[in-house]
């Protein structure tokens, strides 16, 4: 296969171009089916599959306004059906997307949204395009036996999480409504069933073109390259004129590597980085068995199906990058028509990733120590200070806010004295830091105060999520709504956050999690 460069759209009979941006019957705002008009091998139609009684639990009237969304299922029961796959939302055309995927190291060769719906894809007043997909909407192609359907607990944990991640600065899927049907669900028990309607800058992941490279050797992956990278790398695409999978690879490559680091850093074990769980726009994605550390664990993970620990909190760097070597490995033949060349210069983009990652690790921690720059030097305070949180069993949320704090000198004005108390051996740490900080180049007082918007004091804690989870499925619905609302300013303190930001009690402490299905 000749190497395969990006075409003038002009150029091309039918480009993926024109099926993004002049499709016939496109709406300035609404729905829009680009995705499913690349063709049936592509995705399936999925049917309505209604639910008994659908009750709307939680709403995002914020990402609402952001969308250009209309409505609101509080008081609109043909949107509240639609969003409860009862009814057909105005425009949309349900489709189940394919894919495949390695899990936890093993090739699956076919598996697909087996419990999710595309609706289609949501253009914004701001030209921005969105998918919308109901998630436990009932069976599809692609549910291998299954229900199609999810319980009301991880459809609770991913709306928390997912939010809270947004307004941490995590890239992320995001949650616009969470909708109680009505119907149980059995998994070890029976359980509440209820549907979550996610919101992502697509949800095309690595196992997207594995499924079509691996699965079906080699048909159709320039389209489905050419459409991803007019989604979501045209601005790079337009400033070179190298090959479509070489634009994806880099792109890929850098979205893994910033969106790791920043999981690092703020302690989050997503808990199943399947390759169908790496989404090619660099957004998180599945928020099953995810959890936030607490106290500080070098070896966190919370997973109950890894029961190897592939997928906890040291692995994720190196399992995103197995993850983009995979994706390397699909996109061989559109890179080079030589085999070594092509080789050559996928190995040359996938070394470029630890260095990538690292880069990005060194600025969140520079900025969340409060220092102009992470250097060499700097090696042995930043290894004694995980040491320290690690033997002193520190919560690591906290432990980072109290340097903000005290950067600051605002231990006094805050909650924390009521929520952490710092060992001796940190406060000696803290001796070394502060002369360290001394020798900071540049505003050294800009430094200081953004300490505050890089240390949050609240984060998604597992006892909390879990008690939204138990709540909610009792029927109470304020403190659910109390915990998504105080989510949203996670860098601030407020009124009440003694409750709010502490560490959990022994007996609150989550050390399994589950993803559901």
Same mark, same amino acid.
């Given at each position: 296969?000749?190497?395969?460069? =990006?075409?003038?759209?002009?150029?091309?009979?039918?480009?993926?171009? #024109?099926?993004?941006?002049?499709?016939?019957?496109?709406?300035?705002?609404?729905?829009?089916?680009?995705?499913?008009?690349?063709?049936?091998?592509?995705? %399936?139609?999925?049917?309505?599959?209604?639910?008994?009684?659908?009750?709307?639990?939680?709403?995002?009237?914020?990402?609402?306004?952001?969308?250009?969304?209309?409505?609101?299922?509080?008081?609109?029961?043909?949107?509240?059906?639609?969003?409860?796959?009862? %009814?057909?939302?105005?425009?949309?055309?349900?489709?189940?997307?394919?894919?495949?995927?390695?899990?936890? &190291?093993?090739?699956?060769?076919?598996?697909? #949204?087996?419990?999710?719906?595309?609706?289609?894809? /949501?253009?914004?007043?701001?030209?921005?395009?969105?998918?919308?997909?109901?998630?436990?909407? &009932?069976?599809?192609?692609?549910? @291998?036996?299954?229900?199609? @359907?999810?319980?009301?607990?991880?459809?609770?944990?991913?709306?928390?999480?997912? !939010?809270?991640?947004?307004?941490?600065?995590?890239?992320?899927? @995001?949650?616009?409504?969470?909708?109680? %049907?009505?119907?149980?669900?059995?998994?070890?028990?029976?359980?509440?069933?209820?549907? $979550?309607?996610?919101?992502?800058?697509?949800?095309?992941?690595?196992?997207?073109?594995?499924?079509?490279?691996?699965?079906?050797?080699?048909?159709?992956?320039?389209?489905?390259?050419?459409?991803?990278?007019? =989604?979501?790398?045209?601005?790079?695409? !337009?400033?070179?004129?190298?090959?479509?999978?070489? %634009?994806?690879?880099?792109?890929?490559?850098?979205?893994?590597?910033?969106?790791?680091?920043?999981?690092?850093?703020?302690?989050?074990?997503?808990?199943?980085?399947?390759?169908?769980?790496?989404?090619?726009?660099?957004?998180?994605?599945?928020?099953?068995?995810?959890?936030?550390?607490?106290?500080?664990?070098?070896?966190?993970?919370?997973?109950?199906?890894? =029961?190897? &620990? +592939?997928?906890?909190?040291?692995?994720?760097?190196?399992?995103?990058? /197995?993850? $983009?070597?995979?994706?390397?490995?699909?996109?061989?033949?559109?890179?080079?028509?030589?085999?070594?060349?092509?080789?050559?210069?996928?190995?040359?983009?996938?070394?470029?990733?630890?260095? +990538?990652?690292?880069?990005?690790?060194?600025?969140?921690?520079?900025?969340?120590?409060?220092?102009?720059?992470?250097?060499?030097?700097?090696?042995?305070?930043?290894?004694?200070?995980?040491?320290?949180?690690?033997?002193?069993?520190?919560?690591?949320?906290?432990?980072?806010? /109290? $340097?903000?704090?005290?950067?600051?000198?605002?231990?006094?004005?805050?909650?924390?004295?009521?929520?952490?108390?710092?060992?001796?051996?940190?406060?000696?740490?803290?001796?070394? /830091?502060?002369? @360290?900080?001394?020798?900071?180049?540049?505003?050294?007082?800009?430094?200081?105060?953004? $300490?505050?918007?890089?240390?949050?004091?609240?984060?998604?804690?597992?006892?909390?999520?879990?008690?939204?989870? #138990?709540?909610?499925?009792?029927?109470?619905?304020?403190?659910?709504?109390?915990?998504?609302?105080?989510?949203?300013?996670?860098?601030?303190?407020?009124?009440?956050?003694?409750?709010?930001?502490?560490?959990? !009690?022994?007996?609150?402490?989550?050390?399994?999690?589950?993803?559901?299905?």
């Amino acid at each position: 296969m000749p190497s395969r460069k =990006r075409q003038d759209p002009s150029s091309r009979n039918s480009s993926v171009t #024109d099926r993004l941006n002049r499709a016939e019957g496109a709406n300035a705002l609404g729905f829009d089916h680009s995705y499913a008009r690349l063709g049936a091998a592509f995705s %399936t139609p999925k049917p309505l599959d209604p639910v008994s009684e659908p009750q709307l639990l939680l709403w995002n009237q914020n990402l609402a306004d952001t969308l250009g969304w209309s409505g609101d299922p509080h008081s609109d029961t043909a949107q509240l059906a639609a969003l409860a796959g009862n %009814t057909p939302m105005p425009d949309s055309q349900p489709i189940a997307t394919v894919y495949a995927g390695h899990q936890f &190291g093993q090739y699956n060769p076919q598996l697909g #949204d087996g419990r999710a719906t595309l609706l289609g894809e /949501w253009l914004t007043p701001a030209g921005a395009r969105f998918d919308i997909q109901l998630k436990g909407a &009932g069976p599809t192609a692609y549910s @291998r036996g299954g229900d199609g @359907r999810s319980p009301i607990g991880p459809v609770i944990r991913e709306y928390l999480v997912s !939010e809270a991640m947004h307004a941490l600065g995590v890239p992320t899927t @995001r949650a616009l409504a969470a909708v109680a %049907t009505g119907e149980p669900v059995v998994r070890n028990q029976i359980e509440p069933g209820a549907i $979550l309607t996610r919101v992502a800058s697509s949800h095309l992941r690595v196992g997207t073109v594995q499924y079509f490279a691996m699965t079906r050797g080699g048909d159709d992956v320039a389209t489905l390259v050419d459409y991803v990278v007019d =989604r979501h790398f045209s601005t790079a695409a !337009e400033a070179s004129d190298q090959p479509a999978a070489v %634009t994806l690879l880099e792109g890929v490559c850098e979205h893994f590597a910033r969106l790791v680091a920043h999981w690092q850093v703020l302690g989050f074990v997503h808990g199943v980085l399947n390759t169908d769980n790496a989404l090619l726009c660099g957004q998180t994605i599945d928020y099953g068995p995810c959890a936030f550390m607490d106290h500080f664990d070098p070896r966190a993970c919370f997973s109950s199906i890894d =029961r190897q &620990g +592939r997928y906890a909190w040291p692995n994720q760097p190196g399992i995103m990058h /197995w993850n $983009l070597a995979v994706l390397a490995e699909c996109l061989l033949p559109l890179i080079n028509e030589d085999a070594d060349a092509a080789r050559q210069g996928a190995q040359e983009i996938v070394d470029r990733y630890p260095s +990538r990652f690292h880069a990005h690790h060194q600025r969140w921690l520079a900025a969340k120590l409060g220092l102009d720059a992470v250097t060499e030097a700097d090696g042995p305070l930043i290894q004694s200070f995980h040491d320290l949180l690690a033997n002193e069993s520190l919560d690591v949320t906290l432990a980072f806010r /109290w $340097l903000a704090e005290l950067a600051n000198d605002s231990l006094d004005h805050t909650p924390l004295p009521d929520l952490f108390t710092a060992p001796p051996a940190l406060l000696s740490w803290a001796d070394d /830091w502060q002369t @360290r900080r001394k020798a900071n180049k540049g505003d050294t007082s800009a430094i200081t105060t953004a $300490l505050y918007s890089v240390n949050p004091t609240i984060i998604p804690r597992n006892h909390l999520v879990q008690k939204a989870i #138990d709540l909610t499925e009792s029927g109470e619905l304020a403190w659910v709504k109390a915990l998504v609302d105080r989510g949203r300013r996670p860098f601030e303190w407020q009124d009440g956050d003694v409750e709010w930001a502490r560490s959990p !009690e022994p007996e609150e402490r989550v050390t399994r999690t589950f993803c559901g299905t």
